[in-house]
């Protein structure tokens, strides 16, 4: 079986990210793979260093003629039993490809992200006849997918998590957070890690360190919040100052091989109000550190509430706060949620196991 995949994508993400731990796994089950991607990106530099086949589109934008031209060539070499598209502009360059060229291929598109909305061009290549299947990343993402697709496309969606490698278990953060940032010996530390967005709801984060500390007078917790700044950066640190949280609330920007820091996290806080997923989550189990998070994504899915983990509702922060004042105060719990955490991620959700149901989804649609 072999599998021509798409991605469209300049910066890193969590479709590149999967691209990069799911294919070493599905090599080794005799699945054949070549990425078509943006020369000079971080994908292109991973799938190098990771001895996986990597051809670079000749321009860098990819819904460009040369690159049809390209494709059109790639496809008589390659000669994929499938063709897997990771990006929206992936899709987009597929369904116009077709247009033209009238490839006979087999194509799945993965969708990662809950959608806010779609435009009118987004529903129409959402529902090209074209797409053979949709694999989403957890079934909050196919239930949000099916509101634009027409009948016949929502019975091409079908759910393939992502996924987290076991070699996390062995990376080494550069930063030692309790001795950088002088964190005293019995202050609990509650880790967030999420670049600074609208669906990460940071807002929610600093309200729930605001109910512990001031309202609940909790002075022993310092907030780690770990992440790529952006332009509502600056509203997070008026508001952590309006609140008197400056002690109590750290924004620490990019940290390289961020996931390894759950292994000094006491608590992992996870605040979206969006998500498809998110990896985060389930790394944070795998390495080791409880989880308290709002009812987002693959959450529900992974996390049984009270009994691996805490959930609750977006913006709840009061919720959030009260779960982990109750994790703090039960070391019992704590373990428990570390034990039951690691089993249900080595379960369902490290990359070989998803590698497996990858190729299996694989399988299923070649031969439909």
């Avoid at 929610?204 to 700044?229: E, M, P, S």
């Amino acid at each position: 079986m072999k599998i021509l995949h798409i991605s469209g994508a300049k910066a890193w993400g969590g479709n590149e990210q999967q691209l990069v731990y799911c294919i070493p796994e599905l090599n080794k089950l005799e699945v054949e793979n070549v990425v078509f991607g943006i020369k000079d990106t971080v994908l292109e530099k991973l799938c190098l260093e990771n001895n996986i086949s990597f051809i670079p589109a000749q321009d860098r934008k990819l819904v460009k003629f040369s690159n049809y031209k390209q494709f059109k060539e790639l496809v008589k070499t390659v000669h994929p039993d499938l063709i897997h598209l990771h990006t929206s502009n992936s899709l987009t360059f597929y369904v116009l490809s077709n247009l033209f060229l009238k490839l006979n291929v087999k194509v799945v598109f993965s969708k990662k992200a809950i959608s806010a909305s779609s435009s009118f061009i987004s529903k129409f290549k959402y529902n090209s006849k074209a797409i053979d299947a949709v694999f989403c990343v957890s079934n909050a993402v196919k239930e949000n997918f099916a509101q634009v697709l027409s009948p016949s496309n929502k019975s091409k969606l079908t759910v393939v998590p992502d996924c987290v490698p076991l070699e996390i278990l062995n990376k080494k953060p550069n930063v030692d957070l309790r001795e950088k940032y002088k964190v005293a010996e019995g202050k609990f530390i509650i880790g967030n890690i999420a670049n600074h967005t609208t669906a990460k709801d940071l807002e929610t984060l600093i309200n729930t360190a605001d109910y512990l500390v001031n309202g609940l007078n909790k002075k022993n917790l310092v907030f780690f919040q770990i992440g790529n700044y952006s332009k509502r950066t600056d509203e997070y640190l008026k508001l952590v100052a309006e609140k008197n949280l400056q002690d109590y609330v750290i924004f620490t920007n990019t940290i390289e091989d961020a996931s390894g820091l759950n292994k000094q996290f006491d608590v992992f806080l996870m605040t979206s109000q969006r998500e498809g997923g998110p990896t985060s989550v389930l790394e944070a189990m795998l390495i080791g550190a409880p989880v308290v998070s709002t009812n987002v994504g693959i959450v529900p899915e992974v996390i049984t509430d009270g009994v691996n983990g805490f959930i609750s509702p977006i913006k709840d922060f009061k919720s959030l706060g009260d779960n982990i004042e109750q994790l703090l105060n039960d070391k019992n719990l704590q373990e428990n949620f570390i034990e039951k955490g690691k089993v249900a991620i080595n379960e369902g959700f490290i990359a070989p196991v998803i590698a497996r149901k990858t190729a299996e989804a694989y399988k299923k649609v070649i031969n439909s």
